[in-house]
């Protein structure tokens, strides 16, 4: 059974920076994608970040904000999130994929957390 548990999230002001964490039960190696997700209050979740065997991919709204990283030694996942914005409020969820390339859409993805908020105030 494959757990991601997110933590980290809180109030910021705008501009501000946060880091949050994904702990996998399961060596973090083995995911062929692993990414981070949100969904804002009355929006589709949309993507953040994904990492995957090779390298990483941003999606519009966070680069040149945000810095994907793990830690293999400890399964961790961490989104490195700077100059936060109002509209970066939402729920963030980690997920990962056992196997396959494609790690672009979040439908690819087999488990998720529970997710972590973050409320970003003006």
């Known amino acids: 059974q494959v757990q991601l548990v997110e933590s980290g999230g809180g109030s910021v002001q705008a501009g501000g920076s946060l880091r949050l964490s994904c702990a996998a039960s399961k060596y973090i190696n083995i995911y062929s994608c692993m990414g981070w997700f949100r969904q804002a209050p009355g929006k589709e979740r949309e993507g953040v970040a994904v990492l995957y065997t090779g390298g990483t991919y941003y999606y519009d709204s966070v680069k040149g904000r945000f810095t994907i990283s793990r830690d293999s030694a400890q399964n961790m996942l961490y989104p490195q999130m700077y100059g936060l914005k109002p509209e970066d409020t939402a729920m963030y969820y980690c997920?990962?994929?056992?196997?396959?390339?494609?790690?672009?859409?979040?439908?690819?993805?087999?488990?998720w957390g529970q997710g972590t908020q973050v409320t970003v105030s003006s």
């Open positions: 997920a990962a994929r056992l196997s396959g390339s494609f790690c672009y859409s979040q439908n690819a993805y087999n488990y």
